[in-house]
């Protein structure tokens, strides 16, 4: 397969071609961003894939059987609409698909490509599978929500949760981007643990309440993220209250039963936690399910932003949309220590 990632310069886009370079079914590689052409960083060396990334200007003359749009939202969309018109399949890491209009533009501004809205399949795989093997445009879930609806929809799409579900999530500094910020240099991050988008400021809450209503209707969201000075990962602590008493063993094994057939996502036995290392470098999300004494359920949950909750979760897409097994070029155990 012919593949290309926009935005190649960034932080999802590396991670791309890190994972599409190690693709046992990616035949050629071609890569763009804005402004001159540049050479590969030196990671990327020596992989047999051309070396320069392009200016994307140039992108009107590849005809790839796959684009990844790794660009800031708003961007994204201005991208999707020519190559969806040649015939190309894209899969958009960015918000710009993933919210009905009236939504995106209170969050994001006015949308740059409302005509495609229809056509974008959520590709949130484990949920959408199907839709999405004949998607032409994937709209790749943020980071924050494919923790926290991995988390918590078996229980949502049982009627389980009622009321309120508290979202406390912990994310490492590349899920800023790699422009530069003054907030995200070394000493305002480093020995340094802080929340932010407080009081249902951060745009991924719509994305979450959303999605979620598609399962069980009438639940709210109360989420908060905190920057933890780490490279990548996501770590989240979720409360919620049951519609019916339910015991521990029983809901481990509501969990088991969903994911039995889903690779990358792993229920923790007894007495185990998810942590962020143990999903570094990998497409995993670990989840644990918990009750505490007031009955109420602690569900835990890690992922690597990078990873699963973008570009390994893209490539899972790819893996789907082109009836290929969704684990290809994707199984890893990630690095220990
Ligand atoms: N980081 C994460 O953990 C996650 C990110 N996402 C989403 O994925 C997308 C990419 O994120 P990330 O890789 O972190 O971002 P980065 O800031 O690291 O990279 C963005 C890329 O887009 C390019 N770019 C920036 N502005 C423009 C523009 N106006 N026109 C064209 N190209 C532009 C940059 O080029 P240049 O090098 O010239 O600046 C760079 O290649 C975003 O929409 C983000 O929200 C989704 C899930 C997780
Ligand atoms: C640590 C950190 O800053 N994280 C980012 C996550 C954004 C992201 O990755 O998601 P989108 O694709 O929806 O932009 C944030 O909170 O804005």
Redo the contacts with the bound molecule.
Sequence with gaps: MKVAVI???????AELIRLLSMHPKVSDLFLF???EEVELEKHFLGLGFAGKVKP?EELTKFSPDFAFL????G??GRYAQDLIRRGVRVID???DFRLPLEVYDKWYGPHPAPGLLETAVYGLSEYFSEKIKTARLIA?P??YPTAFLLAVLPLAEKALIQGVIISDMKSGV??????AKREMLFGEVAENFRPYGVGGKHRHLPEMENFLNMFAKGLRVIFTPHLVPMKRGILGTIYLSLTTDVSLEELRKIYLAKYQDKPFIKILPDGQLPETRAVYGTNNALIAVNKEPGGMVIVTVAID??GK??AGQAVQNMNLMAGLDETCGLKNTGIYF
């Design positions: 935005g190649a310069t960034g932080y999802t886009g961003s804005r402004g994307l790794a660009l800031p939202h961007e994204s890491l960015s918000a790749n943020g980071c590349t899920g800023a981007g790699r422009a932003n990078l909750g973008a």
